[in-house]
């Protein structure tokens, strides 16, 4: 099976929001990570935080969690934040599986993320 996968990256005030839509496996994961690492890039030279907006994800594999870990890792350390929304019930599951939900900071709903980013 192919997968296929495309990443909107848009401009919220100070805060970066990166909406993956498809599937995030073993043929994705490398660009995903490279989009991602090209948005953390401009946070970390500039300023603001970064949101993923999940609605459209249909699944991850342990390589697009690991993406994601290296992401928030770097956010961190330049005391950025990185939170996630709208996970989709299978990748709900794989992040709760994993414990991710434990380790990445996760939002109902895109909304709430960006208000959570200002309080």
Known sequence: MSSELTVDVARKGEVT??????????ETAA?????????IREIIDGDGHMVLNFAGVAFISSLGLRSLMIGAKELRA????????????????????????????VHDTLDDAMVALVS
Do not use: C, N
């Open 31 to 39: 660009d995903f990570q490279a989009t991602l690492m090209d948005g």
């Open 78 to 105: 330049a005391d950025r934040k990185f939170l996630i929304a709208d996970l989709t019930p299978i990748v709900q599951e794989v992040f709760q599986i994993s414990r991710f939900d434990r380790v990445i900071d």
């Open 17 to 26: 929001v990166v909406s993956p839509v498809g599937r995030i496996d073993q």
